[in-house]
């Protein structure tokens, strides 16, 4: 793939950029410069000058405009082959299925699913992304060698949170036993026990080669929600923390059913694994839908930053995260669209819903945060989820060239109001001309320059095919099975008032 380490500078000139500093500033004739994926300077038309002798090479980008490419804090790069499978399950349903598919995924099919998904965001602005990679029935080096290679080939900028719990789903889920068939029953009690001491010796090796947080794709920890795990995973977690300073990404209550499978003594999910050692300012937190005003305060205590993913939370009928009260509380909110079976891989909607979900839970209109604080918010906290704080997200001398040009044209468009506005509340990310990604042009007029894009595709649509054909029998009765006891488990724990709290909205 092509690379920035040439001596040359680079300068796009003559765009309006929009650099989501800490003024905001924005020029409407600005010029960015950039030397080996760095940013040198942003500024006025003509108010940077080049050292003598340095080559220069210049594209004039007039009536485009220039933003940080966007953080996607949370994906899983596996469901790139799997869009149009989910329709209206909610989330303890859909897991059924999940689980009874349970084909592993070869390297070569990882590789592709991760391309897949990263083309995706690529051509609509996205340079950077956390995948929370899940691998059964258990995590390979050999995949994770792949989920890797797939990302750093295509050029984008990746943090890969390694997946992995040690409780099996049916005790992470407040389901009545005696509801489900004694097959089914014996079918979850004979599945192997997930060992943990091979999930770290492996995470331990992976970190020796792809730990450093400045490299553009390296790995975390990707450690489960508290339900699905044991107290001594945790424990092993927050040990392996300490060690080797390396970051946490984690779901964490993202359902109402997830919320009732507290101890008895109902401590909070977070404060038990921020006492456990695990939570600190390098963890994020994905959905954090369900969770009692004392996990709020553990977030905030401990540092960690949620990650908010309004498009699966709704279409998956979780609920509705408190954004709101979470930002009051100090807590840091980036945004991810989620797996791409759940919802587009589209930033700027997920970041347009977020926003408008807000408005229906704070009557208070003046309490609602603006486009240009919710986009400058996602690209700050992204890049903290990401590990690389002051690194992404803004367009400054000492950042990353990662950014996206766009040719804002379309009707939509036009006429030009406020520019961020428009970012935020009109664009689809198919204005983005070019994106470059640490000083690359990894997109160019429009297409994905390092891939052969149908190439990728039609390897991914055979890959779907294939496995469609050879995926063991008896999926959607295994399904059929367990679902009147799901369902019963969903409506009555949706009925209770066990959590004291209401994060889905009741008309009347
Ligand atoms: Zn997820």
Redesign the pocket.
């Known amino acids: 793939m092509p690379n920035a380490t040439t001596d040359s500078l680079y300068c796009l000139s003559g765009a309006q950029i929009l650099t989501f500093d800490a003024d905001n500033t924005i020029y409407d004739h600005g010029e960015i410069w950039f030397e080996k994926g760095e940013i040198i300077a942003v500024c006025d038309s003509e108010g940077f000058e080049p050292p003598d002798g340095k080559p220069v090479t210049r594209q004039h980008v007039a009536g485009r405009v220039i933003a940080p490419g966007f953080i996607n804090a949370?994906t899983?790069s596996y469901s790139a082959i799997l869009k149009g499978t989910v329709e209206k399950d909610p989330l303890d349903i859909y897991m059924l299925s999940v689980i009874a598919s349970g084909a592993a995924m070869t390297p070569r099919e990882t590789y592709v699913s991760a391309q897949l998904d990263a083309l995706s965001m690529l051509r609509l602005g996205i340079t950077s992304v956390i995948d929370?990679y899940t691998e059964r029935p258990a995590l390979t080096a050999e995949g994770l060698n792949a989920v890797c290679n797939g990302f750093s080939d295509i050029g984008i900028r990746a943090t890969v949170a390694t997946m992995f719990s040690d409780r099996p789903y049916i005790e992470s889920v407040p389901i009545d036993r005696q509801a489900l068939p004694q097959d089914v029953l014996g079918q979850y009690d004979a599945m192997d026990r997930p060992d943990a001491e091979a999930y770290f010796d492996l995470m331990d090796a992976a970190l020796r080669h792809r730990g450093n947080e400045t490299d553009r794709v390296h790995v975390i920890l990707g450690v489960d929600g508290p339900q699905r795990c044991s107290d001594l995973l945790i424990e092993m977690t927050g040990d392996f923390q300490k060690t080797h300073n390396v970051g946490l990404h984690t779901?964490m209550l993202e359902t109402k059913t997830q919320a009732v499978m507290r101890n008895p003594a109902k401590e909070s999910f977070v404060r038990r694994m921020v006492e456990l050692g695990s939570l600190n300012d390098k963890s994020s937190l994905?959905h954090f839908i369900w969770g009692q005003d004392d996990d709020i305060a553990a977030a905030s205590e401990a540092g960690v930053t949620v990650v908010h993913c309004p498009q699966s939370n709704t279409m998956l009928g979780a609920g509705i995260c408190p954004v709101l009260r979470l930002r009051d509380q100090g807590i840091p909110i980036a945004y991810g669209t989620?797996?791409s079976n759940c919802g587009p891989a589209s930033y700027l909607e997920t970041l347009r819903l977020g926003a408008h979900l807000m408005r229906l839970t704070e009557p208070d209109f003046e309490k609602w945060p603006e486009a240009k604080d919710i986009l400058r918010e996602s690209f700050q906290s992204g890049a903290r989820a990401m590990g690389n704080t002051g690194r992404i997200g803004t367009l400054a001398p000492g950042h990353q060239a990662d950014f996206s040009v766009m040719k804002p044209v379309d009707h939509w468009h036009r006429p030009m109001g406020d520019p961020i506005l428009h970012l935020f509340y009109y664009e689809t990310g198919e204005s983005v001309e070019s994106v470059w990604v640490d000083g690359v042009e990894t997109v160019k007029n429009g297409m994905v320059m390092t891939v052969d894009e149908q190439a990728l595709i039609a390897e991914a649509e055979e890959i779907v095919i294939h496995r469609r054909e050879n995926m063991p029998s008896g999926i959607a009765d295994a399904v059929a099975a367990q679902y009147p006891a799901f369902r019963d488990m969903i409506l009555k724990t949706l009925a209770s008032d066990e959590t004291e709290m209401e994060r889905r909205v009741t008309l009347r």
């Open positions: 949370h899983h929370h779901h994905v989620d797996g």
